[in-house]
């Protein structure tokens, strides 16, 4: 690919597939979702980023290559889980459970690079996984496609268990390949509650800024390698870009060990 990457977030809220899109180095250029109340925050977390209030079974390979100017390089999205997933009714009728196929469809229809579609794991099961298999066949045959992959969060270092699927597909000519070694190889040990947010049960009130109360954390003691990654400089506010303990578990150590 040349340049920057031309990602579309499909169905995306307030942004958590392209928080992962954008660290990956993939900030999305135009993101689809059709509720203004989930989108309420999208633009400021991701300003550069076109939100286009539009419902996705309305959307076509046309309009997406319209906004952009081109075809995609990068299609990422994660349809309703509601109607697969394992606490609710998981009712054949609901018709979100068809937002999956529109989907493959925009993925048939704009043929990018690469897609990765997530959902829960209930899609995998009985008449679900048939619509599923129904919708991936849209899917042309060029691509290689991985999946349904069932990946646990836990095991990427976040502090939750949490078990989605996943369906990775790429053109091989136009993309390096990928295989479920490649995830394996990327497992690390899980983390804790505890470790996460336990350095914030000390913290004391600062003042207020642009109408949010402001918080510094003053626990004493050395944080946990997971907290550090979150923390700024003045242990109250910045970015990763300014946090000095931002990076992988290996910088990281490196860090607390100077």
């Known amino acids: 690919m040349q340049g920057q990457p031309q990602i579309v977030d499909l169905f995306c809220g307030c942004g958590g597939f392209s928080l992962g899109a954008h660290r990956a180095g993939l900030s999305p250029k135009v993101a689809f979702d059709n509720d203004p109340i989930l989108t309420s925050s999208y633009g400021t977390n991701f300003p550069t980023t076109q939100l286009e209030l539009a419902t996705v079974r309305r959307v076509g390979g046309s309009d997406i290559r319209r906004l952009l100017g081109g075809s995609p390089d990068g299609i990422i999205g994660g349809p309703p889980c509601q109607g697969f997933s394992d606490i609710g009714h998981r009712k054949s009728t609901d018709p979100r459970r068809h937002l999956v196929r529109h989907f493959f469809r925009i993925v048939s229809e704009t043929r990018p690079g690469f897609f990765v579609m997530e959902n829960v794991r209930g899609l995998g099961y009985g008449g679900a996984r048939t619509l599923l298999e129904q919708s991936l066949e849209l899917v042309p045959a060029r691509y290689k496609i991985l999946g349904p992959l069932i990946l646990d969060a836990a095991d990427y270092g976040a502090a939750t268990l949490r078990a989605r699927l996943f369906i990775i597909g790429y053109d091989p000519e136009r993309c390096d390949p990928i295989s479920e070694e490649d995830l394996s190889s990327r497992i690390r040990a899980s983390s804790t ?25 003053s626990r004493p003691g050395r944080a946990s390698v997971y907290s550090l990654g979150l923390r700024s400089k003045d242990n109250v506010h910045g970015s990763p870009s ?17």
Not at 242 to 258: C, K, L, M, T, W
């Open 193 to 217: 509650v505890r470790a996460a947010i336990g350095d914030l049960s000390d913290a004391t009130l600062v003042g207020e800024e642009d109408g949010f109360d402001v918080w510094k954390i």
């Open 242 to 258: 300014d946090n000095p303990y931002s990076g992988s578990e290996e910088e990281i150590s490196q860090v607390e060990a100077r």
